[in-house]
């Protein structure tokens, strides 16, 4: 079974800051994916980012990036110049077998940005 | 537009009144997973399909039913619900191959009284 610890339950900052966002994970599986989900307040699911397990490369795209790590098993999302609008709750989540279908998510961290 | 489709969005019933939530994709989908989301839990997989007609559990799977009888439904019945079958709910849907990523539906809040 899969397991994933988003240690940061909330995490405030003041708007243009950057923030990064923990998250440690447990698999057995050899091929996996890892997913980054955001839950504004309206309460939707909003995919953010994909990693497969055999690719390390961290990336930028726009705003975010990301740290994969596969040693330390960890998984790090970072907001740069944050808005308001990123208020929200993020989740980590490994998805087993090597696809989408089983995902184990975090609990979740709370985002709070203010102006 | 691809879209995942939750039916109702809120939902209020008393305990033991057999009730289903709907689910449909129209992104021609093999997977298919309920997801149940409770405050400082996240999310907890219910069960779901791999394609017609086969289902597996997920971590939660005690007072719920699925089928899928279709490609793209994939409901979620709750035949006896207890109150601490209250919680918000999602349907989800992938799709195989290496570029894939969940895509959720809405959600249905339940509440049992």
């Known amino acids: 079974a899969q397991k994933v610890t988003q240690a940061q339950t909330e995490i405030s900052v003041v708007e243009k800051e950057d923030v990064t966002l923990d998250c440690v994970y447990e698999?057995?599986?050899?091929?996996?994916?890892l997913f980054w989900y955001k839950q504004p307040p309206s309460g939707e699911l909003v995919f953010l980012i994909r990693?497969?397990?055999?690719?390390?490369q961290n990336e930028i795209s726009g705003r975010y990036s990301w740290n994969f790590q596969k040693s330390t098993s960890s998984f790090n999302f970072t907001i740069t110049a944050s808005q308001v609008v990123d208020s929200a709750v993020y989740f980590c989540a490994p998805g087993a077998t090597g696809t989408a279908s089983k995902l184990t998510f975090g609990t979740g961290t709370r985002l709070q940005v203010t102006l | 537009e691809a879209q995942v489709t939750q039916n109702p969005r809120y939902l209020i019933t008393v305990t033991g009144k057999k009730l289903t939530v709907t689910c449909s994709q129209n992104?021609?989908?093999?997977?298919m997973s309920w997801y149940r989301q409770d405050p400082g839990l996240g999310l907890r997989q219910i069960y779901y399909s791999m394609n017609v007609e086969v289902t597996d559990k997920g971590d939660v799977p005690e007072g719920y039913k699925v089928s899928r009888k279709e490609k793209r439904n994939f409901p979620l019945i709750l035949e006896s619900p207890s109150p601490n079958q209250t919680s918000l709910y999602f349907c989800?849907?992938?799709?195989?191959?290496?570029?894939?990523?969940?895509?959720f539906g809405q959600g249905t809040r339940l509440t049992v009284v």
């Open positions: 992104m021609n989908h093999e997977y």
């Open positions: 989800a849907s992938s799709g195989q191959g290496t570029n894939t990523e969940a895509f």
């Open positions: 990693r497969n397990s055999f690719d390390e």
């Open positions: 698999t057995r599986d050899t091929t996996y994916y």
